[in-house]
């Protein structure tokens, strides 16, 4: 199998001498999907942002299909297929559905029609909506544009952080169930999320971090079942 | 299944049909054709409400049904359009945000609102009300106010422990987590010994072990006697605690009952907690075949 993404011994913070991720490993595989869970202020988001370039990494690396991409620019990463989607703010309101996307490809525009394609196939109802303004979408349709217009690069992994915050129920499950399209259509994926039952459910792996190390790993359904994570994080309630 | 038992509910809340704007027999909170439109947004209509006494009522609805709004004009931090409400007999409508307070309708807020710049229990004891030092002659002969500040520190102490803040307590609230910020809200409003505390989304952020611990707490304010209305998306928290659910949508009433009966009417799971509510998502994305008994234990 070949190994997309690779983190080995990652360090990295915001303010001087503070480090929020200290020495954290990480990998996936082609075709994974793969869990990032953990309590308030492990360092899950953080650990996205450096490997998409947008915190500095201090200590570690990061490879992507073998080559070393710590310390490059989001600009850069998202040509070499690391594509990202930041939690809010995720799409261009004023845009609508079909600029969004075209901007998800700005830097080899001539795909432009072949993406479309595959994100349709995935999300009809963009297709059906191209000419609609994103700001006029609720929460979970505009994740579903953000969702579209990272994957207009053919990204060799997708990193989604939280695409159920702040959703209702049924809003949340469509998300959940959205981000498994994706990844059935071979797309491989790294997701962290705060409702960590419903990511272990349809996660092949996943990592808990605990200040800023993985502290625990194993396959979604050995983690859901793990009296270590119960404990720690889970809990028992809605078993 | 659970190893979790589920707490006496208190029943026989409501008079006749269980049906949105239904009668309660002791009724705490009492709203009556409570209007607020926002530009051409009609955002809260509720023509006729009564929250229980001494009970836990949760507030849910799908995002943008007005759940937020109601809370800040039942607590004078928005004015309705028209509209009536009353709090334990007493008219409200017109009653500014800090007098509710004082009447004993305590609320927190979705998006935290702690003095970043106090330390934790500097927050917890500018909670409490009635103290003496407020008055400017007091303030200035310690005396008079010593003996009660040190019973109110004991007091605070003994919340934030509760709340697992007690080790930060001469922390800034600025340096609190998103999650430690709701706690020591909803800790800072039991400071003022309410007897109805509306919690907007206590536990949205907080981790899911912490979450259950904080059940138990707000389960016992139930047993000290106390009110509580609350806000949540989390159903297993609504499912686990609550004695009454309204459910909103679009701004009115749409459902009220206890939390079994109004979770499997038809309507509710269509607008709000959809089909896949006690299904595994690995089963419906089809990523696993089946789940046998063992594994869900």
Known sequence: MTRVVDVSNLVAGYLPGVNILNGTNLYADKGELIGIIGPNGAGKSTLLKSIFGLVKVREGSIKLNGEEIAGLKPNQLVSKGVGFIPQNNNVFPSLTIEENLQMGIYQDPSKYNERLEFVTSIFAELGKRLKQRAGSLSGGERQMVAMGRALMMDPAVLLLDEPSAGLSPVRQDEAFIRVSDINKAGVTCIMVEQNARRCLQISDRAYVLDQGKDAVTGTGRELLNDPQVIGLYLGTLGT | ?297
Request: with cysteine; aromatic share 4%; charged share 25%.
């Open chain 2, 1 to 297: 299944m659970s190893n979790n038992q589920t707490p006496e509910k208190a029943t026989n809340l409501h008079i006749g049909k269980a049906e949105p704007g239904c009668k309660k027999v002791d009724p705490i909170l009492v709203i009556d054709n409570v209007k607020k439109s926002f530009g051409g947004l009609t955002a809260v209509e509720v023509a006729h409400l009564e929250i229980p006494n001494g009970a836990i009522t949760a507030l849910i609805g799908p995002n943008g049904a007005g759940k937020t709004t109601l809370f800040n004009l039942l607590t004078g931090f928005d004015t309705p359009d028209t509209g009536t409400w009353s709090f334990a007999g007493k008219d409200l409508a017109g009653v500014p945000s800090f007098k509710v307070a004082q009447m004993g309708q305590v609320r927190t807020f979705q998006l935290t609102k702690a003095l970043s710049l106090l330390t934790v229990l500097e927050n917890m004891k500018l909670g409490a009300k009635n103290q003496t030092g407020e008055k400017l002659i007091n303030a200035l002969i310690p005396s008079l106010w010593r003996k009660q500040d040190k019973a109110l520190e004991l007091r605070a102490m003994e919340l934030l422990k509760k709340f697992k803040l007690d080790a930060k307590k001469d922390d800034f609230a600025a340096s609190l987590s998103g999650g430690q910020r709701k706690l020591l809200e909803m800790a800072r409003a039991l400071m003022t010994d309410p007897t109805l505390v509306m919690l907007d989304e206590p536990m949205a952020g907080v981790n899911p072990a912490l979450t259950q611990s904080l059940l138990e707490h707000v389960l016992n304010l139930k047993n000290e006697g106390m009110t509580v209305l609350f806000v949540e998306h989390d159903m297993h928290m609504v499912r686990h605690i609550a004695d009454w659910v309204v459910v909103m949508a679009e701004g009115k009433v749409v459902a009220e009952g206890p939390p079994d009966t109004v979770m499997k009417e038809q309507a509710v799971i269509d607008a709000y907690l959809g089909a896949h509510q006690d299904t595994d998502l690995g089963v419906v994305t089809g990523r696993i075949d089946i789940i046998t008994e063992e594994e869900t234990k």
